[in-house]
């Protein structure tokens, strides 16, 4: 891919990401929900993705950055279209109940993205060393498991506000085994903790320029307000 054409693709990304929230947050103050100042914050990422991945589209890092946008933005069109389809004016649009299946594992991509390979690749969008290239397969591995399980779990969606809503994707085959499917997602915090255990490593072996990004990196999460790890 030429730095041309991952420039173009970074910036449409972003503006894809802003236009999505933005249209959610419009559709939030329209309807007396108000603005997400979450969903703001989250655009910080996929700007510094794109301004990532346009100047260095070998660096991961944005590309991962741009992904956690997309799927915030992608997860708030959907929910966009599942409430007004199933709340505001129920049977004004095909297929609400698809929109939120598809909506409820979202969370996924964007927190699984910032607590695995956000925190692995950091920060020049390489591994510490070869030897954790298959903690990422494994990790990628949890994120996409954790995904479908959650995808095809049969059942309504009672949880989310939905009790008389059934999932259109559920495999009924699978009820007696939905408990062990979803345990499939304990294994995004085990990921999260061995990719934190890589950042150390890669800190006690860094300095100058690296041990400085680091730092600034750890202070970031420290003192990130709590709302943001919600």
């Known amino acids: 891919m030429t730095k041309q054409t991952a420039g173009v693709l970074a910036w449409l990304a972003l503006g894809c990401v802003v236009l999505s929230v933005g249209a959610a ?34 660096n991961a890092l944005g590309w991962v950055m741009l992904g956690v946008g997309v799927g915030w933005g992608f997860g708030a069109l959907l929910g966009i279209y599942s409430r ?5 004016r129920p049977g004004s ?20 993205l910032m607590g695995t390979f956000l925190i692995l690749l950091f920060p020049n969008g390489r591994l510490p060393s070869p030897r954790w290239r298959p903690w990422a397969w494994f990790s990628a591995i949890a994120l996409v498991l954790s995904f479908i399980a959650i995808l095809i779990q049969p059942g ?43 950042l150390i490593r890669r800190f006690r072996r860094s ?11 750890a202070a970031a999460g420290v003192w990130s307000p709590p709302s943001t790890w919600s």
Not at 26 to 39: E, I, L, Q, T, Y
Not at 158 to 163: D, F, L, M, W
Not at 172 to 186: D, M
């Open 84 to 88: 007004y389809g199933l709340t505001i």
């Open 25 to 58: 947050e419009a559709f939030s103050v329209a309807n007396g929900s108000g603005v997400d100042p979450f969903a703001i914050a989250s655009l910080s990422f996929p700007v510094v993705g794109a301004l990532i991945a346009s100047r260095q589209p070998r």
């Open 207 to 217: 300095h100058g320029q690296e041990r400085m990004q680091l730092k600034w990196f």
């Open 93 to 112: 649009l095909p297929r609400p109940d698809i929109a939120l299946a598809l909506s409820e594992p979202g969370w996924i991509p964007v927190i699984g």
């Open 156 to 198: 309504s969606f009672t949880e989310s506000g939905y009790p008389n809503v059934r999932n259109p994707l559920g495999v009924e085959a699978l009820r007696p085994f939905s408990g062990l499917a979803l345990l499939t997602i304990a294994l995004i915090p085990i990921s999260i903790v061995g990719c934190a255990v890589g």
